[in-house]
Nanobody, 115 residues
Framework: QVQLVESGGGLVQPGGSLRLSCAAS????????TTWYRQAPGKQRELVAL???????HYADSVKGRFTISRDNAKNTVYLQLSSLKPEDTAVYLC?????????WGQGTQVTVSS
């Protein structure tokens, strides 16, 4: 059973930065589509960014130019660099990987943007 573990969340002031990590228990990211989602209280879960097996990336319009998704296959880790953070970026950020036709989820990491 593949396990995903997110880390790197925390409290940051508006305009600040964080780097989130999604580490996998097995070597899967080079052959998967990995997506960061976020869910704020009372709101639907939304796609933030994804990276496919070829390294092609896609971003939600709301984060384009501020967030960057990347992957380190040697470390079995996908990153999400968050910059120029806004209060509306506050949410639980979750990592999802589709590998061997199965979806895997992490437990999420809280990002709070507040002064």
């Amino acid at each position: 059973q593949v396990q995903l573990v997110e880390s790197g969340g925390g409290l940051v002031q508006p305009g600040g930065s964080l780097r989130l990590s999604c580490a996998a228990s097995e070597i899967i990211f080079s052959n998967s589509v990995t997506t960061w989602y976020r869910q704020a209280p009372g709101k639907q879960r939304e796609l933030v960014a994804l990276i496919n097996s070829e390294g092609t990336t896609h971003y939600a319009d709301s984060v384009k130019g501020r967030f960057t998704i990347s992957r380190d296959n040697a470390k079995n880790t996908v990153y999400l660099q968050l910059s120029s953070l806004k209060p509306e970026d506050t949410a639980v950020y979750l990592c999802n990987a589709i590998w061997a036709w199965q979806p895997y989820w992490g437990q999420g990491t809280q990002v709070t943007v507040s002064s």
